[in-house]
Each structure stands twice: as C-alpha cells, then as structure tokens.
T-cell receptor, first 111, second 113 residues
C-alpha cells in the first residue's frame, strides 16, 4: 500500500528562521508528489513535482524531489507568521486514481 | 477562493440521522473528490468521480455514498451517523481524471451529537 511519512510532525521556530520539512514515501508506479498548505480550512496547492533534482520555487518557498531515495523536502526561508499552517505532502500513482496524504507537519512561527 | 463551493459550512445532527453534503466543482473541472479529515488526522480519501462516473474508492464506509450529477455537482450522503463520523469533509475538483492538481473547497464541518 502507498505510504507517505512526513517529519517532523510539529515545528516551532522564530520569524526569520529557515525551515525544512521532509516527506518520504513508498509507492508503486509513481506519478507525482504534491505539497499543499492548510491554514484554517481548505488545503491550497503549493507545488507539484514529477522529476528528480529539479527545484520548484515560489517566492520564499522551494521544493525538490529525489526519486531514487524516495523523498521530497519543502524549504521556507525568512519565515513569517503567515507561514504558520499544516503542510501536507501527497502523492499519486498511475493506475490508482487517488491521492495518498501524509499526516502533515504543523509549522508555528513565533513573532 | 478556489472556485469549489461546498454547502453547508456547518452541520449539527444526531446519531442515527442521515445528511447530504453538496459540492460544486470549479468551472470546467470534470473530476470531484471527497475527503474526510478527523481531529489530528490527515486527509483520508473517500471517493473520486469523473464526469458522472465513479473512478476510485478509498476508505469509504458502506453507510456513505456519493454521486456526481450531469451538471457535475456532487453529493456525499452519510447515513446512520455515529459520533465517530464527526469530521471536516472536503470536496476537491480537478480538470482531468489523471490526479492532477486538485483544488479544495472550504469544507463542511459535521458534528454528530
């Protein structure tokens, strides 16, 4: 069965710090890995990764995938209080039309 | 705003009852997905519909059912409700059926008393 493990489960840092969130996975017929940010309610899309070694970047957030070692990281630099949220890693595979979500990393930024 | 509309926002009901949650996908999206998120738990995939047809089932209980109508809106029916069914229920939509980027609605918070 497909599996997504995120670490740490919870992280508290000060504003301005840089954080790295981890996602490791086991999947057959990998299709893509996606990162979502969940604040109070609905998860919002951040990145979709399909190829190893290609960094995706959006402002202070970036993410990279390693398909050989089966993990992805999400980096946030110069954190702000608005980055406080749960970050969800999810993956999809060919032939099984559902997303498998990790339990998320709860990130808290202290002013 | 993701463009996915879920109603109602909140629902309070009693054990044994039946409720219907509604989802309107983004304009142009043919796929609808339903998820359950309990306290301190991750998102659990329930079911996926594409253009009116069921495409995949996840951890959906037999007491739960869903359908997608010709206008592409979807309903999730929960019956014989138990206390443990209290959760946030999300609907998401995407353009195709290939598990591309999903856009989530704001969710329906169900409280079973």
């Amino acid at each position: 069965e497909d599996k997504v493990v995120q670490s740490p489960l919870s992280l508290v840092v000060h504003e301005g710090d840089t954080v790295t969130l981890n996602c490791s996975y086991e999947v057959t017929n990998f299709r893509s890995l996606l990162w979502y940010k969940q604040e109070k309610k609905a998860p919002t899309f951040l990145f979709m990764l399909t190829s190893s070694g290609i960094e995706k970047k959006s402002g202070r957030l970036s993410s990279i995938l390693d398909k050989k070692e089966l993990f992805s990281i999400l980096n946030i630099t110069a954190t702000q209080t608005g980055d406080s949220a749960i970050y969800l890693c999810t993956l999809s595979n060919f032939g099984n039309e559902k997303l498998t979500f990790g339990t998320g990393t709860r990130l808290t930024i202290i002013p | 705003d993701s463009g996915v509309t879920q109603t109602p926002k909140h629902l309070i009901t009693a054990t044994g009852q039946r409720v219907t949650l509604r989802c309107s996908p983004r304009s142009g999206d043919l796929s609808v997905y339903w998820y359950q998120q309990s306290l301190d738990q991750g998102l659990q995939f329930l079911i996926h519909y594409y253009n009116g047809e069921e495409r995949a089932k996840g951890n959906i209980l037999e007491r739960f059912s869903a359908q997608q109508f010709p206008d592409l809106h979807s309903e999730l029916n929960l019956s014989s409700l138990e206390l443990g069914d209290s959760a946030l229920y999300f609907c998401a939509s995407s353009v195709g059926q290939g598990m591309d980027i999903q856009y989530f609605g704001a969710g329906t918070r169900l409280s079973v008393l």
